[in-house]
């Protein structure tokens, strides 16, 4: 992954609800390469805003086989970028843009006849929809079922596409809609995909033997109840896809253990390899973690959320030890190839070495 933003201009937006938009964004031929991405990837996006440095992730919205780059943004409550991309973006104006990157994705092949599930909540519909998109169009025989939940009709982000969709691909596509503040005549399609609505559809609607992935996405409590319905009935965990894109706060003893690691590690060095360049540097306990180290001692490391979600600040062990804190953004293969999330890991003992380009 290249680790540096690029200026992108924006070359259209779209208003897709009453709090979501999508962002096109144009890439010159130059950048061409950098920007490819793999369904269901995201990039991070950075601005200025109110002095700060803000950087969020936004997950690309389109299949590699559409030939555009498009994100969604959906506005949260208090949310400083998502609220500057819902009012202020303009096409014309340039953003800076982190190529795109992210473990939840698939290799998917013209050859295969598989079947795939995708459960997706609110607007964790975004990386779904690409890989939905790009199941249907890179293999042909194959079957996609989406598990859609919202609040209501009104805040259902690319009903229509959807629905498109659903017409186009009439014998691979089923799309089902869950609605918790609207009553539809199905009992089984109204409230919250909870724990027993998504043991009730295992039962009732996906049989589960027969799936390939399961690509999972939305609000936590949903995306739990999800993953533990799916190991519940005896799914492989390598075959649950899980893209959060929030974690909750760590505790005040988890805290404590984290600040307790990272004073143990005064002084240890960890070298840091960017962009072909190597940095030797002393740990400072203060500062909590190796990302805020590096960027201290001013290695420009990557980086989006800080809480141990996006891997943004992915870098790979080639030698020493850590210990990590939060991590949902690595998956178990990342984890068993030596990956760490810098922002979540202190080192343990001497002669730490990680490189951010691997
Ligand atoms: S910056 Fe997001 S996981 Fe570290």
Redesign the pocket.
């Known amino acids: 992954m290249s680790t540096g933003f690029h200026p992108l201009t924006i070359a259209e937006v779209r208003r897709e609800t009453a709090d979501a938009v999508s962002i096109r964004f144009d890439v010159p031929d130059a950048l061409k390469p950098l920007f490819t991405f793999r369904p269901g990837q995201h990039l991070t996006l950075r601005a200025d805003l109110e002095g700060q440095d803000v950087r969020r ?1 936004y997950s690309v919205c389109v299949a590699p086989q559409e030939g555009e780059l498009r994100v969604a943004i959906k506005r949260v409550a208090g949310g400083l970028f998502s609220g500057f991309a819902n009012e202020a973006l303009k096409p014309g104006m340039v953003m800076e843009v982190m190529p795109p990157h992210g473990a939840f994705t698939w290799a998917f092949d013209p050859q295969a006849a598989n079947r795939y599930v995708g459960f997706a909540g609110g607007s964790g519909i975004t990386p779904v929809l690409s890989l939905l998109k790009s199941a249907l169009l890179a293999e042909p025989k194959s079957r996609f079922t989406l598990l859609y939940g919202n609040r209501d009709t009104a805040s259902i982000i690319f009903l229509e596409e959807l629905a498109g969709l659903k017409d186009r691909f009439i014998d691979r596509l089923s799309i089902l809609h869950f609605l918790e503040d609207e009553e539809e005549e199905v009992e089984l399609f109204n409230g919250r995909l909870d724990r027993a609505k998504c043991a009730e559809l295992l039962e009732r609607v996906v049989s589960v033997a027969d799936i390939a992935a399961f690509f999972v996405c939305g609000p936590g409590p949903m995306m739990d109840a999800v993953e533990q319905s799916l190991l519940e009935r005896g799914v492989a965990r390598d075959k649950v896809l899980l893209e959060r894109f929030t974690a909750d706060r760590p505790d005040a003893a988890q805290a404590a253990a984290t600040a307790a690691r990272a004073a143990e590690a005064a002084g240890a060095k960890v070298t840091l390899v960017l962009d072909g360049r190597r940095r030797s540097i002393s740990f400072d306990p203060a500062l909590g973690n190796i ?1 805020e180290n590096a960027r201290a001692a001013g290695v420009p490391a ?13 870098g790979k062990l080639v030698s020493g030890k850590v210990e990590m804190g ?4 690595l998956t178990a293969a990342e984890v068993e190839a030596g990956y760490i ?4 890991s202190v080192p343990v003992g001497a002669d730490v070495v990680v490189d951010y380009d691997a």
């Open positions: 992730n990302l990557p980086y989006a959320c800080k809480a141990g979600v996006c891997a943004t600040c992915r939060a991590n949902y953004g999330l810098t922002c979540q």
